[in-house]
Structures are given as C-alpha cells and as structure tokens.
C-alpha cells in the first residue's frame, strides 16, 4: 500500500514537472516580449503605432504602415481562403472513404507540414512574376494557401466528433443533405471549427516567409492597392533585427509586443466566449 502510494506520489510530481517544461517556453517568450517591447512602446507612446518608420540611428518613429498590412493581408487571406477550407473541411467529412475524400485529407494533413517559404516561391512563380513587382494581393493568396489545412482540419474534426444519431434523426425528418450539414452538423461543430479558425488565422497574421517573395515590405508607405507592396509586422521585425542599428533592434522588440497585444486582445476573449455544445 504504501509503495503505491510512492508511486503515485513520484507520477504526479513527475506530470508537474513536465507540465512546467512545456509551458516554461512560452513565459519565457511572453516575459521577454513584454520586458524589452514595453519600455519601446511607453517611450513611443501613440506615434509608435500611427507613424511610420524612422530613419537609422535616430528616434523610433512609428509601424503604422506594417500595422496596417498585417491587418489587411490577415482579411484578405481569410476571405479567399476561408470558404475554401471550410467546404474541403465538410467534404472530407461527409465522404470519408471516397477515393477523392482519402487524397484530400492526406493533402491537408501534408500541407499542414509544408514549408511555407516554398508557398512564398510557388505563388512568387504564378504572380509575383508575371505581374513584374510584389503586391498585397500576392501576400494574401500565399497566406491564404498557409491558412487553408488548419481551417479544413478542424472543420472535418470537429464535424466527425457530432454523433451520427442527430445526423439520422434529422434526415428522418425529411431534411435534405445539405441543410443537415450547414444549418444542424456545422451549427453544433461551431466551437471546433472556430478553433480551427482563429489557428489558421493565427497562423498567417505572424508567417514571415511567405512573404519576403510576394509582399515585398513596405515601412514607410501605408497601404496603397491590392497591386502593389505591402507591409507586415512579422516582415518589419525580420527586416529590422538583422540591421546594425540599435533604435531599429529596439523597434522590432516594440513591434513584437504589438503583434502580441493584438493576437491576446483578438483571440482570447473571442475563444472564451465560444460556448460549447452539450452533446
């Protein structure tokens, strides 16, 4: 008895432990983001986030335009993929075993895994090129392309966890196929797919890679069309720390603790108010 009781003991000390490792990364990240990117953006006060960015070795200036970017290639790589991930999502669920419904969930789940910065390459090929110059619109279509798999996963995830007898009891209501699944099955996976979601979105709103071959960058221009260069907050902060100057370091550690701000003030509340449906 007392030797289980040690053993118990020594388990659970063992799960804490390794709890803590786990998550010691990421407050070592948040800590580190908050104690460099605070004191930048108290000294820059709100100039930091509307003006644009200061010559080297001089004030801070602003990331107002790469703000902005980041907002406007987050929603447009949510509207063109966005749809797209949700009806691959529905149709890898709703035709399991069907030889195209095999190939797409065993594509998505590659995806999942695939280099982004060949993403970047792959959408530089087909339209950066041909249209002779970086542009917004490039930039969303290769996130859009990085979002899509973690959309579409959760989505066939989420819809697979609904049990099959609310799926037989609305057909033997006489409801068609396609009310069950988009007004009844997707009504009660809401919770998983928004997951599934706002990770996709998270995803994209800090990729870098993808768009040093299709954004381009642009600090010190806001945003001036879907056919021209646009800026980013991940691609500011790439682009700064690897500059010799000392305000551009300090900017990118301000710029980090923006984009963290935004993902917190976003996503959090939004994921905890998703109500979760009683099966």
């Known amino acids: 008895m007392l030797a289980r009781k040690i053993k118990e003991k020594l388990f659970l000390v063992a799960i804490s432990v390794a709890t803590f490792l786990t998550i010691l990364p990421l407050f070592h990240i948040l800590f580190s983001v908050f104690a460099n ?3 930048v953006l108290m000294r820059g006060g709100i100039d930091f986030v509307t003006e644009t960015l200061a010559p080297p070795d001089s004030e801070l200036g602003g990331i107002g335009p790469a703000i902005v970017g980041s907002f406007v290639l987050t929603f447009l790589a949510s509207l ?12 890898a669920a709703e035709y399991p075993n069907s030889p195209i419904g095999k190939a797409v969930k ?10 982004t910065i060949l993403v970047g390459l792959f959408v530089m090929n087909i339209l950066v090129l041909p249209m002779g110059r970086y542009s917004a619109i490039a930039g969303a279509f290769a996130l859009a392309i990085v979002m899509m798999p973690y959309v ?4 066939e995830q989420a819809l697979k966890e609904i049990p099959f007898v609310y799926r037989e009891g609305a057909f033997a209501l006489g409801l068609k196929r396609a009310v069950v699944v988009f007004k009844i099955m997707m009504s009660m996976a809401r919770k998983g797919m928004i997951t599934g979601i706002l990770i996709g979105i998270a995803k994209v709103a800090g990729e870098t890679a993808p768009l040093l071959f299709t954004a381009g960058g642009s600090a010190r221009i806001y945003f001036a069309g879907l056919d021209q260069p646009i800026g980013a907050i991940p691609l ?15 900017i990118a550690w301000g710029a ?24």
């Open 256 to 279: 980090s603790l923006v984009l963290m701000l935004i993902f917190l003030a976003i996503f959090l509340p939004l994921r905890l108010s998703i109500k979760e449906v009683k099966l």
């Open 106 to 115: 065993t594509l998505l789940l590659i995806m999942m895994e695939f280099p």
């Open 152 to 155: 579409a996963v959760y989505t």
């Open 236 to 250: 500011l902060i790439y682009t700064l720390v690897q500059q010799p100057y000392e305000n551009y370091h300090q």
């Open 37 to 39: 990117g605070l004191p």
């Open 80 to 91: 063109i993929g966005l749809p797209i991930a949700v009806l691959t999502g529905v149709y």
